[in-house]
């Protein structure tokens, strides 16, 4: 081959936008050079998502577009990576869309996968591993902000929650060695990043143990700390917590380290605990509020959020209006809401039918929006006269002369660009919101460092990961 030019398009969650920069990693390591254009790639890699069949629907759109490429320039081989890889394997072949097919686990082997495609032949690598965590990649970072990056310190999940299907597309759980994490992470700051989000599927189940006696366990409370302790200045985010498992050790780091954003991510799926026990969450409505309340108590000004499932199987609407009632109780700050989507082989699609008719789901899922938006809004009101932190990361879509970033509580806020610049820490003052966008005015002077005795949280909307611009579809 010639040039030799890897073009990368990520879906999914920040786990595979962390993936894809590993992917990088691994590809220019052997002598390949990344491109953002698709027209100028020899190799054109897609990093996928199955969670949601939407999600799946969203990547075959892309590989037809990818087929048209392929007319212009033959010699291009296609890949698709990560959760839709691991789900479909050598089936993927069948409608000739794909020349490489690599697992979430396989991405060391991509080089000569991609020499096998050279070669005419069918390049697969779909090993589950129960080692990888890729700790010792330095990930190549694709985003143009410079300012905050994910950091993923844990693979793979061990919870078997009935309707998902990442537990069979991601392997089993394992922990990434915490000294390379905190190597990462200072070397992000030698560079000027201002803040990470540690990623995994349930980060509360970390756990480090080094040498036969336990002589080292290093715990998520744990890490979190060694983690906020490397710069005053970085802002520390994470994601996802798992309502059975977040300790309350947790929550006393995040109260006592002013850098870690109070942002909790607690997915609560349902509020009927008929619900949660068929979708094997391992906790009832009453323990998800009673862990509400001990976040409050401990951190009065934390920002909640979570995702909800409508229209799980047999839910009715008794069970949907314990979903209401429970967003009523918790005013949520945002929320990811979906309607329940059968992924095969789940324990869900093996054992429950999946009965709630497609229009009833949608109905409540839009009734579950609603009341959402007019849950946020009411908390979005409660900001306006105050002053937030907030951590520049870009210059607003909407308007040149403004920019946007966020609030140690992951609210994005909007607010005239004057001399401030990316990267900033700028104390706005919030004059107006809408149910997902706080507006304001700087109300100091530029101070370039520390997130002066603050607090924040987690990025959902994840980080621009090619030069177009185009943010990945998280969730
Ligand atoms: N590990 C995280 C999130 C994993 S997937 C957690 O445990 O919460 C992100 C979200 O997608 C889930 O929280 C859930 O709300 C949603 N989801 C997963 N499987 C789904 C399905 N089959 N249909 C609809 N939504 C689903
Ligand atoms: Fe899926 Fe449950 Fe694991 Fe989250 S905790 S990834 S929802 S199985
Ligand atoms: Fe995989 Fe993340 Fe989607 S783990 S299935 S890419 S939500």
Not at 270 to 291: A, I, V, W
Not at 442 to 456: F, L, T, V
């Amino acid at each position: 081959m010639g040039n030799k030019n890897v073009y990368i398009e990520t879906y999914g969650c920040q786990m595979n936008v962390s993936d894809s920069e590993v992917v990088a990693s691994i590809m220019q390591e052997a002598g390949y050079t990344m491109t953002d254009r698709l027209s100028s790639a020899n190799v054109a890699l897609i990093n996928t998502c199955a969670v949601r069949d939407n999600a799946e629907q969203r990547v075959w759109g892309r590989l037809y577009v990818f087929k048209q490429q392929k007319r212009r320039n033959p010699s291009l081989l296609v890949g698709m990576l990560g959760c839709m890889a691991e789900r479909l394997k050598e089936d993927l072949f069948d409608k000739g869309l794909v020349d490489i097919v690599a697992g979430p686990d396989a991405y060391r082997d991509l080089p000569n996968l991609v020499q096998q495609a050279a070669n005419g032949q069918k390049a697969i690598n779909v090993l589950l591993s129960r080692e990888e965590t890729y700790a010792d990649i330095a990930p190549v970072r694709m985003d143009a902000n410079g300012v905050a990056a994910f950091v993923s310190i844990m693979r793979g999940c061990n919870n078997v929650c009935t309707y998902c299907v990442v537990p069979y597309t991601r392997g089993g759980e394992r922990s990434r060695n915490p000294d390379t994490i905190v190597r990462e992470i200072r070397e992000l700051v030698a560079r000027g990043y201002k803040e990470v989000t540690l990623l995994g599927q349930n980060v509360d189940s970390y756990r480090w143990t080094e040498g036969s006696e336990a002589s080292r366990t290093v715990t998520f409370a744990r890490l979190l700390e060694l983690v906020a302790q490397v710069s005053p200045a970085l802002r520390v985010r994470f994601a996802t917590s798992h309502p059975k498992d977040m300790s309350n050790g947790v929550l006393y780091t995040m109260a006592m380290y002013p850098n870690i954003c109070d942002h909790i991510h607690l997915p609560v799926q349902s509020g009927s605990t008929r619900m949660l026990e068929l979708m094997n969450r391992k906790y009832t409505r009453d323990e998800y509020l009673q862990r509400i309340a001990k976040i409050r108590e401990i951190i009065p000004q934390c920002a909640i959020s979570t995702d909800i499932i409508a229209g799980f199987c047999s839910e009715t609407q008794e069970d949907h209006e314990a979903t209401l009632s429970l967003m009523r109780d918790v005013a949520f700050d945002y929320a990811f809401m979906f309607q329940y989507s059968e992924r095969p082989n789940t324990k869900a699609a093996r054992h429950f039918k999946d009965d709630v008719p497609a229009e009833e789901k949608k109905r409540r899922l839009t009734e579950i929006i609603a009341l959402h938006n007019e849950l946020s809004l009411k908390n979005n009101e409660k900001e306006i006269g105050q002053t937030q932190e907030v951590l520049v990361e870009g210059v607003s879509k909407r308007s040149e002369d403004e920019l946007f970033g966020r609030t140690p509580q992951n609210k994005v806020v909007v607010f005239p660009k004057r001399q401030h610049r990316i990267g900033d820490y700028v104390q706005v003052k919030i004059i107006r919101c809408s149910s997902a966008t706080l507006i304001g005015e700087a109300a100091s002077p530029p101070a370039p460092q520390s997130p002066a005795g603050e607090q924040g949280s987690y990025a959902p909307e994840g980080a621009t990961i090619n030069s177009k611009g185009q943010r990945p579809v998280i969730k």
